[in-house]
């Protein structure tokens, strides 16, 4: 495994297990497929109801907390102080344990101020490692970076070799900010990663798949990826991606193959936040 170092000097895996979609019911076998192949970071949210099946794998795992890497995210209608703090103290019980070590808000939507000074409390109290945000493109993230007093650790984003999110890399360099990537293998408007017969050649040479390459892309450019897979073979074969290097020009090639550089999903579009809104808030 390979790590980067967030701006408050905490270490975090490049590459981890996502459970965005993953069910209540199959989460925590899902979970513990994929701690046992060797994943020691794991990425949920309370938007996602599976909280407690991550919670129940690390538990049952025989893995000290101490070498997991456990990430989630204030949803939107925990949005404000008083109910953020209240909404990762449930995060707390529901991953049974005493600390989280990478809390993102999850929308850029709400209170997003009110919940900051929430999750800056919880930081300073030891109940969190390092916070975050999660889908706020450019203008957004800037606005917000620029008014709070702990700069984001992370911005988590679609990102993947069809979604490179090149031109907000300057902003997060500004606030020492990393980027973590969602959807790595491409789904929410974008296909092909996984077929491209561009990765795959690159692949051929060293044995790899054309969605292991992918991982790797990302990897080499200190991006944290999360692949989700219900499938343990598949999980094993996401984790394998260590043991090679991609040259300059392989880089170089993949990153021409960028078609929407800021990601598929306009997060200012009023129709999408109303949508969410009044669906999800």
Request: one cysteine or more; proline letters at 3%; aromatic letters at 10%.
């Amino acid at each position: 495994m390979e790590y980067i170092k967030l701006n408050n000097g905490v270490e975090m895996p490049t590459l981890g297990y996502g459970v965005f979609l993953v069910s209540p019911n199959e989460c925590e076998r899902c979970v513990s497929d994929a701690l046992s192949v060797g994943y020691r970071l794991v990425d949920t949210a309370q938007a996602y109801a599976n909280e407690e099946g991550v919670g129940n794998a690390w538990r049952k795992s025989g893995l000290r907390r101490e070498d997991l890497f456990l990430v989630t995210k204030v949803w939107i209608s925990n949005a404000g102080e008083e109910r953020a703090a209240r909404s990762i103290d449930e995060s707390l019980r529901k991953l049974q344990t005493d600390y989280i070590d990478l809390l993102l808000i999850h929308q850029a939507y709400g209170d997003v101020f009110g919940t900051w000074r929430a999750m800056e409390r919880a930081y300073r109290d030891g109940k969190v490692r390092a916070i975050g945000v999660s889908n706020f493109q450019a203008g957004r993230f800037f606005d917000f970076a620029h008014y709070v007093e702990v700069k984001p650790m992370v911005n988590q984003l679609q990102c993947n070799t069809l979604v490179q999110q090149t031109a907000i890399e300057p902003l997060h360099a500004q606030f020492g900010t990393r980027m973590m990537a969602w959807g790595p293998l491409g789904g929410q408007g974008v296909d092909g990663i996984v077929k491209s017969p561009e990765l795959a050649a690159i692949g051929s040479k060293y044995g790899k798949s054309a969605a292991q390459v992918a991982l790797r892309w990302l990897t080499q450019r200190g991006i944290v990826a999360i692949p989700k897979s219900t499938h343990k073979e598949r999980m094993a074969q996401n984790l394998d991606v260590f043991d090679f290097r991609l040259t300059d020009s392989e880089m170089a090639a993949i990153a021409k193959l960028n078609q929407h550089d800021t990601g598929t999903i306009n997060f200012g579009d009023p129709q999408f936040v109303k949508h969410l809104i009044e669906n999800y808030g």
